[in-house]
């Protein structure tokens, strides 16, 4: 089978209609989630927002201390508030602010709960995105 015949017998999955939202509006409606929210769906979609400009560039380095988890001492704690009250200060900052935070702080954040455990999937995806400088919208 050709190329392009292999392409039409292959429907494309069209995509979600968010993801063709303009950067602007995109960044209107993430900055009404909650910062849980917005760091979860940070993660999940980080190429996406990385390609439209709301989320900080990584380096390949930063990417791999993401995944190596170095365990910090629990006896040391590096964000000496409440969970609650961290994420209260968090809920004051702009969505690019968040996960600037949560990058510089993720092993703590993850250790609290605040930042999920990134699964292989999202880090495939982080690692892909931070190779080719962004992503396809």
């Not at 760091?39 to 791999?64: E, Q, T, W």
């Not at 201390?65 to 004051?92: A, G, K, Y």
């Amino acid at each position: 089978m050709a190329q392009s015949e292999h392409a039409l017998a292959t429907p494309s999955v069209p995509l979600h209609p968010f993801y063709t939202l303009p950067p602007e509006l995109m960044l209107d409606i993430v900055d009404l989630l909650p910062p849980e929210s917005f760091i979860s769906f940070a993660f999940a979609n980080y190429p996406l927002l990385l390609a439209k400009g709301l989320a900080p560039a990584l380096s390949a380095a930063h990417v791999s201390s993401l995944i190596r988890r170095t365990r910090i001492d629990r006896h040391f704690n590096l964000l000496p508030l409440p969970v609650e009250l961290t994420l209260h200060v968090m809920s004051l900052l702009k969505p690019i602010d968040v996960m600037e935070f949560v990058l510089a702080n993720y092993e703590e954040l993850e250790r609290q709960g605040i930042a999920p455990r990134l699964t292989a999937e999202t880090v495939l995806q982080m690692r892909k995105a931070v190779a080719s400088g962004s992503v396809e919208a």
